[in-house]
Each structure stands twice: as structure tokens, then as C-alpha cells.
């Protein structure tokens, strides 16, 4: 009986470790892009925290503007129903004039709020950020930014839950006695590994070339 059992499972202490090396070596990988991922989802948070000063950046500067237009609009229709003393006219044209340039000024600012200081060109920066002009990261940009990294973020998931798999089915053929069973666990980990391997390459790459 010894020997019939022996003979069932041949090279078994050779699989053993051939399994567990393959084992270990997707298993650092599964933690590498674990590690990865981690890192993504972090900057996707600090992404969002962005966007979100941004937009409301934008929309200070918005209400900032509604109001000069409003003035602007008031100050208008008094003059046009000569509600204002022809002493205060010079004024009040001076004083529109200002209320103008200021408009512009917020419409600039909000145009590179939106689209940051790369999209609108040197000559369009009038935001400075801590006393630096060119430096506006926009809204837009980073909608962009947050776009891929979601996608490589789903990637990266998809790339650990084959891993994940991939382990179980190692874990499994190395239980298992019968050397069919045993290859056909083993050839599944080999696959859902390497897939798993490319899928987080794929991620990797994707961010790499979408953010250069």
C-alpha cells in the first residue's frame, strides 16, 4: 500500500516547490501592485479634495463678478433716468470704468480657474497662487487627472482580484493528490497570474503615458 501511494503521486516533493516558488513570486507581485494601487487611490483622494477647491474657487470669483455686473446694470439705468446730479456724472463714469476693468478681470480669472494657467497661455495669467502667476492647476485638468486615475484604479483591481485567484488555485493544487488535478490548478494559477501580471503592467503604462 506504501508503494501504490507513492507511486500516485510522483515528483511530489519537486511540485511542492515548484508550486510554492510560482506561489511566492505572484504573491509579491499581488503586493506590488497592491502597493501601487494604495498610491493611485491616495492621489485620487488628494484629486478630488482638489477639484473641489477649485470649483469653489470658481464659483467665488463668479459671485464676485455677478455682483460688479449688477453694479454696473444699477448704476447704468440711474444715469439713463437721470436719477444722478450732473455734478456726480464724472464720478460715476470713473467709477464704472473701474467696475469694467474688474469684470474683465474676474472673467480672466475664472477662464484660467477653469482651464489652469498651461491651457490659457502666459499671457492670460492674472491668478497668482502664493504670489506665483502660471501656477493654476484647473478645474478641468483635474476632472482629467481624476479620470485616469479611476481607470487604472479599476484596472488595478481587477489586476488583485486575479491574483487573489491565482493564490487560491496554488494553495488549492498543492492540497489536492491526484497529479491531473494537481496541473490543471497548476496551469490556472500560471494563467490568471500572468493575466493578472498584465493587467497591472497595462495600469501602470496607462498612467504613465496619460500623465507625462
Excluded at 444722478?84 to 474688474?102: C, F, R, T
Excluded at 493528490?177 to 496541473?183: A, D, E, H, V
Aim: aromatic residues 8%; contains cysteine; proline residues 1%.
Amino acid at each position: 500500500m506504501p508503494k501504490e501511494t507513492h507511486m500516485n503521486i510522483p515528483n511530489s516533493s519537486s511540485f511542492e516547490m515548484r508550486c510554492g516558488a510560482v506561489i511566492a513570486i505572484f504573491a509579491a507581485l499581488m503586493a506590488i501592485t497592491d502597493l501601487l494601487a494604495g498610491k493611485y487611490d491616495a492621489d485620487e483622494i488628494i484629486g478630488t479634495n482638489d477639484k473641489a477647491m477649485a470649483y469653489s474657487w470658481y464659483q467665488s470669483k463668479s459671485i464676485k463678478e455677478t455682483l460688479v455686473q449688477g453694479e454696473i446694470s444699477l448704476l447704468k439705468s440711474l444715469k439713463e433716468a437721470n436719477a444722478i446730479q450732473k455734478s456726480a456724472i464724472i464720478g460715476v463714469d470713473n467709477h464704472l470704468a473701474d467696475l469694467a476693468k474688474k469684470s474683465v478681470q474676474y472673467k480672466k480669472e475664472k477662464d484660467e480657474i477653469l482651464r489652469g494657467s498651461k491651457t490659457v497661455g502666459q499671457e492670460n495669467w492674472v491668478q497668482d497662487v502664493g504670489g506665483e502667476y502660471g501656477r493654476v492647476i484647473g478645474a478641468n485638468e483635474i476632472e482629467a487627472q481624476l479620470a485616469i486615475l479611476s481607470t487604472a484604479g479599476d484596472r488595478f483591481d481587477i489586476a488583485i482580484l486575479l491574483y487573489q485567484v491565482c493564490l487560491v488555485l496554488g494553495a488549492v493544487s498543492l492540497v489536492l493528490r491526484k497529479p491531473s488535478f494537481q496541473t490543471i490548478f497548476f496551469r490556472g494559477m500560471w494563467l490568471l497570474g500572468l493575466i493578472g501580471s498584465g493587467m497591472s503592467l497595462w495600469a501602470f503604462s496607462f498612467i504613465q503615458n496619460s500623465l507625462a
